[in-house]
């Protein structure tokens, strides 16, 4: 069935580093790809989305990019903020109008260091 | 606008006793999924809601697990004869139909004793 694999956490970061945080997934359609974020004592939020080949997807200097022949959807920032430590977690949502429940990579917990 | 609502925040049972959990899903978002989130299993889909069509409970762990939603609106997630292994955080999202972008409540945490 489909899957998402992403790298083992924690990843500590002094502030201002670059992060990447690796996922990659398999499915049989034609997934639409996602990233949630959970920060500490709240729920998941949606960070940003890409729902086909070579889209990129940005927000708050995050940014992913779908890539299909690698079948990756790597999260990137330039510069790490203490406020950004949190639960990071990819997902898909299946293609071909099956049901649009999320199936979720592990998380990665970022630790953002002064 | 108001988020997805979900009571109670944290639930504490003993074993083999009945617990509901509810959700408030955005106003006008017809598609309603219950998730859980659990140490040992991560995020797992439990259940889908989509307007009035049948529900896919593909993901419910077993018959012990049911959920409704009246009206297209609140939803109702039941566990009867709860277990140890039933312990986690219970969440549920809810999306327009239109959309597979789903937002999330705070979810629900049951303990188990």
């Known amino acids: 069935g489909d899957s998402v694999t992403q790298m083992e956490g924690p990843v500590t970061l002094s502030e201002e580093a670059f992060l990447t945080i690796n996922c990659t997934y398999t499915?049989?359609?034609?997934?639409?790809l996602f990233w949630y974020v959970q920060y500490p004592g709240e729920g998941l939020q949606l960070l940003l989305k890409a729902t086909k080949a070579d889209d990129k997807g940005s927000n708050k200097g995050f940014e992913a990019t779908y890539r299909k022949e690698t079948t990756s959807f790597h999260l990137e920032k330039g510069s790490v903020q203490v406020s950004d430590s949190a639960v990071y977690f990819c997902a898909l949502t299946p293609g071909g109008g099956a049901t649009n429940k999320l199936i979720f990579g592990t998380g990665t917990l970022l630790a953002v260091q002064p | 606008g108001a988020g997805v609502s979900q009571s109670p925040s944290n639930k504490v049972t003993e074993k083999g006793k009945d617990v509901e959990l509810r959700c408030d899903p955005i106003?006008?978002?017809?598609?309603l999924y219950w998730y859980r989130q659990s140490l040992g299993q991560g995020l797992e889909f439990l259940i889908y809601f989509q307007g009035n069509s049948a529900p896919d409970k593909s993901g419910l762990p077993s018959d012990r697990f049911s959920a409704e939603r009246t009206g297209g609106s609140v939803s109702t997630l039941t566990i009867q004869r709860t277990q140890q292994e039933d312990s986690a955080v219970y969440l549920c999202?809810?999306?327009?139909?239109?959309?597979?972008?789903?937002?999330f409540g705070p979810g629900t945490r049951l303990t188990v004793t």
């Open positions: 106003s006008g978002h017809t598609a």
């Open positions: 499915a049989t359609g034609y997934p639409s």
């Open positions: 999202a809810s999306s327009f139909a239109s959309t597979n972008e789903q937002y």
